[in-house]
T-cell receptor
Framework: QVQLQQSGSGLLKPSQALSLTCAIS??????????WNWIRQSPSRGLEWLGR???????????AVSMKGRITIKPDTSKNQFSLQLTSVTLDDTAVYYC???FGWGMDVWGKGTPVIVSS | DIQMTQSPSTLSASVGDRVTITCRAS??????LAWYQQKPGKAPKFLIY???ILQSGVPSRFSGSGSGTEFTLTISNLQPDDFATYYC????????FGQGTKVEIK
């Protein structure tokens, strides 16, 4: 059974960097068929896809246009996990952050979610 | 970006009812659509993919249909466990979610 275990900082001040990790069990971050995503959810924005990393002969990343310039998603094959870094956070980045797996047609496995609060 | 619009935002229903949720895409997405169920404090649960294919383990009272720009999720014989918020998501061009439809007890 595939599980995703999230960890990372939950309380930040504006301008700080958000860093979250999603540890994978039961699958491999290097899978040739899966993609590994970060999504966030807030009352104001709803569910918002942030980006993904996946391996197809080489590592690839895609990011939401709204996130470009601030976001980095990286795989860590030695620990079978992937991470999210979001720089220069603002109050608007307050949300519950989820990691997930997808095969191109649906996100079938999700982490439990990490509440992130940005407050001065 | 492809925009996804769900209707209604809230739906009041009783156990045993048949309910239908609509999801519209701002452009054709063929059948690259998924549906999720979310309960408070939990991650979304994957229900349907490619617009009409039930994920393994999902009860058969859930069904999906549609293609192009208009899609529906139908729950027949609504059960107490089905009161939740439902989201559609397009997979045609990256990923976009609808704003959600809350199914509440009448």
């Amino acid at each position: 059974q595939v599980q995703l275990q999230q960890s990372g900082s939950g309380l930040l001040k504006p301008s700080q960097a958000l860093s979250l990790t999603c540890a994978i069990s039961g699958d491999s971050v290097s899978s040739n068929s899966a993609a590994w995503n970060w999504i966030r959810q807030s009352p104001s924005r709803g569910l918002e896809w942030l980006g993904r990393t996946y391996f197809r002969s080489k590592w690839q990343n895609d990011y939401a246009v709204s996130m470009k310039g601030r976001i980095t998603i990286k795989p860590d094959t030695s620990k079978n996990q992937f991470s999210l870094q979001l720089t220069s956070v603002t109050l608007d980045d307050t949300a519950v952050y989820y990691c997930s797996r997808d095969f191109g047609w649906g996100m079938d496995v999700w982490g439990k979610g990490t509440p992130v609060i940005v407050s001065s | 970006d492809i925009q996804m619009t769900q209707s209604p935002s809230t739906l009041s229903a009783s156990v045993g009812d048949r309910v239908t949720i609509t999801c519209r895409a701002s452009q054709s997405i063929n059948n690259w659509l998924a549906w999720y169920q979310q309960k408070p404090g939990k991650a979304p649960k994957f229900l349907i993919y490619r617009a009409s294919i039930l994920q393994s383990g999902v009860p058969s009272r859930f069904s999906g249909s549609g293609s192009g720009t208009e899609f529906t999720l139908t729950i027949s014989n609504l059960q107490p466990d089905d009161f939740a918020t439902y989201y559609c998501q397009q997979f045609y061009s990256y990923y976009t979610f609808g704003q959600g439809t809350k199914v509440e007890i009448k």
